[in-house]
């Protein structure tokens, strides 16, 4: 809980069309950075990105104790890490091209090329869905552009920071990586030991690395998906009317209909839907009822109704992938470049900590959890 997946928050703080730069000067603030407020309202929006980011993906962490307030300091020191890089690059007298700015709209365009409703892509609606957006987030265009502005010098900025910084990745680095890795994998107990010993970090990444190769070297499926949700508050006469929906998919099937027809009319799983339903299982991840089934149907069968926790599937079985094993020339280049931007990230992190240290940054926002805290150290005394 303490990272709080920070792969997730780095990725809905790429994607989160923004905040509202028109807020009033007298708008309440959540924290200075030597003397430049932090919005309320940038704050709040963020977190809402995060939040629902963590509803699709991660619902079980919200459930955790406390997760809102986690969730609210990591949001709070990304907004607080930006503002003193956005300051940083004003300093510097970063320069920022209009033809610059212009990419980068086009690149956040390029995100609204799906549309929602239907789940299809429609690049010649993805002008009024960016401009949509940016009037429910309260942006005009000039305001949003002086937002990318801003993350471009930024860009820049540490473009230049990380060429004096950061040492280019060799191949003997990656290969020793890959060593490392393989250890793990076959349970090497005294070379494992010796890296517990010597680098408990590298050990612990290694773990991870490896954890990951076997997901992807294991036995896989391509099936398509059609998914009805059925939630735990829901009523049981409900539940017993989506059984009966998926049981009236599963014969229209039967009788002809094709699966991905099925898919488009049916299935609540939205976000799959760019993709036709389809998507890829890995043996032993997916929910043991799933699992069972997508590894023991033949390609092109299409499974009865499963019932989860989560609702009722139906699955088409349309590609199926052997277990296999990997080389180091097969990965060598994944592992310069997870390399690479570990290197980066800590160049980052340091650079990020120097301006900290430097700054007047004051936190005004507080939390229930900083309260209960205070309050558990009181009774102990």
């Known amino acids: 809980m303490q990272n709080m997946n920070k792969w997730l928050l780095t990725a809905v703080f790429a994607a989160f069309v923004g905040f509202n730069l028109q807020a009033k000067v007298m708008e309440g603030s959540v924290a200075t950075v030597n003397g430049q407020p932090v919005l309320s309202s940038e704050y709040d929006a963020y977190l809402q990105g995060v939040v629902e980011q963590y509803q699709m993906a991660a619902p079980e962490v919200l459930q955790q104790p406390y997760a809102m307030d986690m969730l609210g300091k990591e949001v709070l020191k990304e907004l607080i890490s930006k503002e003193l890089l956005h300051q940083a690059a004003q300093e510097a007298k970063v320069q920022v091209k209009d033809s610059e700015i212009d990419s980068g709209i086009n690149e956040i365009k390029t995100r609204f090329m799906i549309d929602e409703k239907t789940g299809k892509e429609d690049p010649s609606g993805a002008d009024k869905r960016f401009n949509e957006a940016l009037k429910k987030q309260g942006f005009t265009l000039k305001r949003y552009k002086e937002r990318i502005k801003k993350d471009i010098a930024v860009r820049k900025l540490m473009e230049e920071k990380l060429k004096a910084t950061v040492k280019p990745v060799e191949a003997a680095d990656a290969r020793a990586l890959y060593d490392d890795v393989e250890a793990v994998t076959t349970n090497n107990t005294k070379k494992i030991k010796a890296l517990e010993k010597k680098d408990p970090q590298r050990l612990k990444e290694a773990q991870m690395i490896s954890a990951k190769l076997r997901q992807l070297t294991a036995e896989q499926v391509r099936i398509g998906h059609i998914y009805l949700a059925v939630t735990k508050d829901m009523k049981s006469e409900d539940v017993k009317k989506k059984e009966e929906l998926a049981k009236t998919i599963k014969k229209e099937i039967d009788n002809g ?81 997870y390399l690479a931007q570990q290197r980066v990230q800590k160049a980052m992190g340091d650079y990020i900590g120097e301006l900290y240290e430097k700054a007047d940054v004051k936190i005004t926002k507080t939390f229930e959890s900083d309260n209960q805290t205070a309050q558990t150290t009181t009774a102990t005394k």
């Open 257 to 337: 209909m094709d699966f991905s027809v099925a898919v488009q009319k049916y299935t609540e799983d939205k976000a799959a839907l760019a993709g036709g339903g389809d998507m890829i299982l890995i043996k032993g991840i997916a929910p043991k009822e799933i699992d069972e089934k997508a590894f023991s149907l033949a390609v092109g069968k299409v499974s009865a109704p499963i019932k989860t926790d989560i609702g009722y599937h139906i699955i088409k079985i349309k590609e199926k992938r052997a277990s296999k094993t990997v080389t180091f020339d097969d990965v060598a280049r994944e592992l310069a470049q």
